[in-house]
Structure formats: structure tokens, C-alpha cells
């Protein structure tokens, strides 16, 4: 419960910079891995030296394993740095999944990852309606899409609808999403 209590202010900390600033920083993404992993290791240790149980361990302070949260954070770190040579992901997006991959351990990290490039996606699709129109937006798809299919190569964008492509994009606070979704199983409680 801790880790989770530690994460979420994390989280929020860096979806309020993110959404004022469009930056994640440094200093909140670099304690909060070492905070992890300092939790994580706490609870090796006292899972060794005292007669504490694990589930107990892992509702008190939100213990994975110190192994777990190390290669949480490896794991979604090597994901979000491909993302960001391939994609052009922000340095402090990659940096906060990381995070996320420490606090949760490898399934978890990854999956509050897709969640929040999920819920990004479809947030930047509303910005798009909104700032373009949903029926601009769907004409020129159609539009493309003939286009594609008439002369079997995609027909190269201008720069107006280019621009128009690329709305500002928040993971912070969809990862702030992600992480509820998946700490709290709300999906589990629906099904």
C-alpha cells in the first residue's frame, strides 16, 4: 500500500508539470526509481531477518521483489527507449514508464505502459476531432484512403494536414489512469 500511496503522488506530481509545462522532470522520476527499488529492498531485507510474511509484506509496503522491481524497471525502460529512437517519445516519458516499471515489476509495468499509450491514443484522437472536426477528419481519411488504393502508394501529406496530425500529447496523466486501472483491477471487478 505504500509503494502504491508513494506512486500515485509520483505520478500526479508528474502529470501536473506535464500538463503545465509539457515536461516530466528529472527530479521526479529519478527518486521515485530509487525509491522503488529502496522499498523493494527493504522488504528482502525484512523478509529475511524477521519472521514477516510476504503477503503481509505486500500489503504493507507494496513488496515485489527487489529482483521483480529491477527488472520491471529494465524491461519498460529498453521498451520506452525504443519508443523513443523510433517514435520521438519525450526523454521524460520514457524515464516516468521506466518508474512505473520499478514501482509494479515487468507484467504489471508493461501493462500500465499499453494502458497509458492506449488511453494517449485515444486522447489525442479527441484532441484531433476537436481541434480539426470529425467530419474533416474523416473525409480526409477517406480521402487518403482512395488515394492509397487508386494509386497503390500512400500519397505523401502537406504540411498543413501534417500539422494538424500532430497534436500535443500527454502520457502523465494517462499514465496516472493506468496506473488506478491496473493497481486497483478495475477491469478485474467489471468482468
Not at 26 to 37: E, H, S
Request: charged share 15%; aromatic share 8%.
Amino acid at each position: 500500500m505504500l509503494a502504491t500511496v508513494v506512486l500515485l503522488g509520483l505520478v500526479l506530481v508528474a502529470a501536473g508539470t506535464d500538463l503545465r509545462r509539457h515536461k516530466i522532470y528529472n527530479w521526479t522520476t529519478y527518486p521515485g526509481i530509487l525509491v522503488a527499488l529502496g522499498l523493494n529492498a527493504v522488504g528482502e531485507v525484512l523478509l529475511v531477518t524477521t519472521d514477516m510474511d510476504s503477503t503481509r509484506l505486500r500489503t504493507t509496503l507494496g513488496y515485489i521483489g527487489f529482483w521483480q522491481s529491477a527488472l520491471g524497471l529494465l524491461a519498460c525502460g529498453l521498451l520506452m527507449l525504443v519508443c523513443f529512437v523510433l517514435f520521438k517519445v519525450g526523454g521524460g516519458d520514457v524515464k516516468l514508464i521506466a518508474m512505473l516499471g520499478a514501482f509494479l515489476g515487468p507484467e504489471d509495468g508493461i501493462e500500465t505502459m499499453l494502458w497509458t499509450f492506449v488511453l494517449g491514443g485515444c486522447m489525442g484522437l479527441i484532441v484531433l476531432i476537436w481541434r480539426v472536426g470529425a467530419v474533416r477528419v474523416t473525409a480526409r481519411a477517406f480521402r487518403q484512403l482512395v488515394y492509397t488504393l487508386r494509386l497503390g502508394r500512400w500519397s505523401p501529406l502537406t504540411d498543413e494536414e501534417r500539422s494538424q496530425l500532430q497534436p500535443p500529447l500527454f502520457l502523465a496523466p494517462c499514465a496516472v489512469a493506468a496506473v488506478v486501472i491496473v493497481r486497483f483491477r478495475l477491469l478485474d471487478a467489471l468482468m
